[in-house]
């Protein structure tokens, strides 16, 4: 299928919900970190519109949607990019289709952590969780000197651990990746780090706890101040 007009389309309906406001709002809040186009679209428009469109297409095959999102990706906006992962991350089935090619597809222009986030969340932590992207792959992405791609290994250790995303915990694969960023300097890797810890927090305390007291010396006080909290009052602040 040639998703061409269907892309066009989108973007244009984008355009239309977007806003200058809107846009500097989201350019600080991406930290002047993305080199993509961004159109100034609110996620709740952003919704509607994914709402809209899947009842449009209630027919497409799996393949339909994950062709169209990797089209979306493709086009360098940001909102696009948003828009193509959850239209899979919110439709089981397309999920249940993904292959790993799909998701290593899926990773052109992650440059900033909210594009990074909905990639992890939605689409490959829970790919990994159901073994279609595999561990070496997690431990090729620890190694890489791209900062995003590292937080995407990171970051899918929550999807492990999210039961609306089909986590059941996973203490072992957790602190595996915990382990390899302890000694990290990027706040984009000791924000991950945080959150893949407290992530654990519902299912296994003790092992949290543990990586606390063996790590405490050299980890950010930032993490061990959100992850404390975390343990203690069941909130990061």
């Given at each position: 299928?040639?998703?061409?007009?269907?892309?066009?389309?989108?973007?244009?309906?984008?355009?239309?919900?977007?806003?200058?406001?809107?846009?500097?709002?989201?350019?600080?809040?991406?930290?002047?970190?993305?080199?993509?186009?961004?159109?100034?679209?609110?996620?709740?428009?952003?919704?509607?519109l994914?709402?809209?469109?899947?009842?449009?297409?209630?027919?497409?095959?799996?393949?339909?949607?994950?062709g169209?999102?990797?089209?979306l990706?493709?086009?360098?906006?940001?909102?696009?990019?948003?828009?193509?992962?959850?239209?899979?991350?919110g439709?089981?089935?397309?999920?249940?289709?993904?292959k790993?090619?799909?998701a290593?597809?899926?990773?052109?222009?992650?440059?900033?952590?909210?594009?990074?986030?909905?990639?992890?969340?939605?689409?490959?932590?829970?790919?990994?969780?159901?073994?279609?992207?595999k561990?070496?792959?997690?431990?090729?992405?620890?190694?890489?000197?791209?900062?995003?791609?590292?937080r995407?290994?990171?970051?899918?250790?929550?999807?492990?651990?999210?039961?609306?995303?089909?986590?059941?915990?996973?203490?072992?694969?957790?602190?595996?990746?915990?382990?390899?960023?302890?000694?990290?300097?990027?706040?984009?890797?000791w924000?991950?780090?945080?959150?893949?810890?407290?992530s654990?927090?519902?299912?296994?305390?003790?092992?949290?706890?543990?990586?606390?007291?063996?790590?405490?010396?050299?980890m950010?006080?930032?993490v061990?101040?959100?992850?404390?909290?975390?343990?203690?009052?069941?909130?990061?602040?």
């Amino acid at each position: 299928m040639d998703y061409k007009n269907n892309v066009e389309e989108i973007r244009e309906a984008l355009m239309d919900l977007g806003s200058e406001e809107r846009k500097k709002k989201t350019l600080h809040f991406l930290s002047g970190s993305s080199t993509q186009e961004v159109l100034g679209v609110s996620n709740p428009d952003m919704r509607v519109l994914i709402k809209e469109l899947r009842k449009q297409h209630s027919e497409w095959a799996s393949e339909d949607w994950i062709g169209l999102s990797k089209a979306l990706v493709r086009t360098g906006v940001f909102e696009c990019q948003v828009t193509g992962f959850e239209l899979i991350a919110g439709q089981k089935k397309v999920l249940a289709a993904m292959k790993s090619e799909d998701a290593e597809a899926l990773m052109l222009n992650l440059d900033n952590w909210a594009s990074v986030d909905h990639f992890t969340v939605g689409i490959f932590g829970v790919l990994w969780g159901k073994e279609v992207v595999k561990d070496e792959h997690i431990k090729q992405l620890l190694k890489s000197e791209n900062v995003w791609e590292r937080r995407v290994a990171v970051a899918s250790t929550v999807a492990l651990n999210t039961a609306s995303r089909g986590g059941k915990g996973d203490t072992i694969r957790t602190m595996w990746v915990c382990e390899k960023v302890v000694d990290e300097r990027h706040p984009m890797i000791w924000k991950a780090l945080s959150w893949s810890l407290r992530s654990l927090v519902r299912w296994d305390r003790d092992a949290v706890y543990d990586f606390l007291d063996k790590h405490r010396e050299r980890m950010s006080r930032q993490v061990i101040r959100e992850v404390e909290h975390k343990l203690e009052h069941g909130t990061k602040n």
